[in-house]
T-cell receptor, first 111, second 113 residues
Framework: QQPVQSPQAVILREGEDAVINCSSS?????VHWYRQKHGEAPVFLMILLKGGEQKGHEKISASFNEKKQQSSLYLTASQLSYSGTYFC????????????FGQGTELSVKP | DGGITQSPKYLFRKEGQNVTLSCEQN?????MYWYRQDPGQGLRLIYY???????QKGDIAEGYSVSREKKESFPLTVTSAQKNPTAFYLC????????????FGDGTRLSIL
C-alpha cells in the first residue's frame, strides 16, 4: 500500500517554512525521508521509528504520529538548496529492507 | 570513496531487445535494490536482494530479471517482455536492518529507439 504524500507541490520564498505529510492506511514501523534533485540520486535525510522521538537535520526535522500513521517533514527558514522532490518511504513491521515510497512532493524555493 | 556506480548513464533499446543495466557498490552492503521511477509516480521496487545468490520480486518485477552472484554487483536486465521500459532506473544498497538508510546510485535513463 503506497503512502500518500501531501501536498503534491509547494512553492516557497527563501526563509519561509513548509510542512510535507506522509500518510498510510496501514500500521507503520518506520518512515524514511529522502530528497532528490532533478536527474540525480535521492539523498537520505532521516529515519523515524515507531515509538521514536522527533528527529532533526539542520533546519529540517520530522515527526511520526503513530495514532494517525502519519509522518510530517518540517522545513524551516527554507534555503534555495532545499528545492527538489521529497519522498517518504515506509516499512510495515519486519519486512527486511523493503521500502514503499510515496509519489513525492515537489518543493521549489524562490529567491 | 565508497559509493554505488550505475552504468551506463543513458541507454537506448530497440524493439525486441534485452538490455542490462549495471550496478556496482563498494560499501560492503549486503542488501541491494532496483527501483523504477516514472514522472509523478515516485520510486517503485522492481527486485531486491538481501544476500548473495538470493533475491525477491518487488512490486513491478514482470519483464525484468536480476542476478546476485557477487556481493558488490546486482545487474538488472530489461527484457523484451517489458513493453514500456522507458524510465529512470535507480539502484540502491543498504546494511540489512530496519533502521538503515538506502544509498542510491546516480541512475540510468532508458529510452526506446
Amino acid at each position: 500500500q503506497q503512502p500518500v504524500q501531501s501536498p503534491q507541490a509547494v512553492i516557497l520564498r527563501e526563509g519561509e517554512d513548509a510542512v510535507i505529510n506522509c500518510s498510510s492506511s496501514k500500521a507503520l514501523y518506520s518512515v524514511h525521508w529522502y530528497r532528490q534533485k532533478h536527474g540525480e540520486a535521492p539523498v537520505f535525510l532521516m529515519i523515524l521509528l515507531k515509538g521514536g522521538e522527533q528527529k532533526g537535520h539542520e533546519k529540517i526535522s520530522a515527526s511520526f504520529n503513530e495514532k494517525k500513521q502519519q509522518s510530517s517533514l518540517y522545513l524551516t527558514a527554507s534555503q534555495l538548496s532545499y528545492s527538489g522532490t521529497y519522498f517518504c518511504g515506509t516499512k510495515r513491521g519486519n519486512q527486511g529492507g523493503k521500502l514503499i515510497f510515496g509519489q513525492g512532493t515537489e518543493l521549489s524555493v524562490k529567491p | 570513496d565508497g559509493g554505488i556506480t550505475q552504468s551506463p548513464k543513458y541507454l537506448f533499446r530497440k524493439e525486441g531487445q534485452n538490455v542490462t543495466l549495471s550496478c556496482e557498490q563498494n560499501l560492503n552492503h549486503d542488501a541491494m535494490y532496483w527501483y523504477r521511477q516514472d514522472p509523478g509516480q515516485g520510486l517503485r521496487l522492481i527486485y531486491y536482494s538481501q544476500i548473495v545468490n538470493d533475491f525477491q520480486k518487488g512490486d513491478i518485477a514482470e519483464g525484468y530479471s536480476v542476478s546476485r552472484e557477487k556481493k558488490e554487483s546486482f545487474p538488472l536486465t530489461v527484457t523484451s517482455a517489458q513493453k514500456n521500459p522507458t524510465a529512470f532506473y535507480l539502484c540502491a544498497s543498504s546494511i540489512p536492518g530496519v533502521e538503515q538508510p538506502q544509498h542510491f546510485g546516480d541512475g540510468t535513463r532508458l529510452s526506446i529507439l
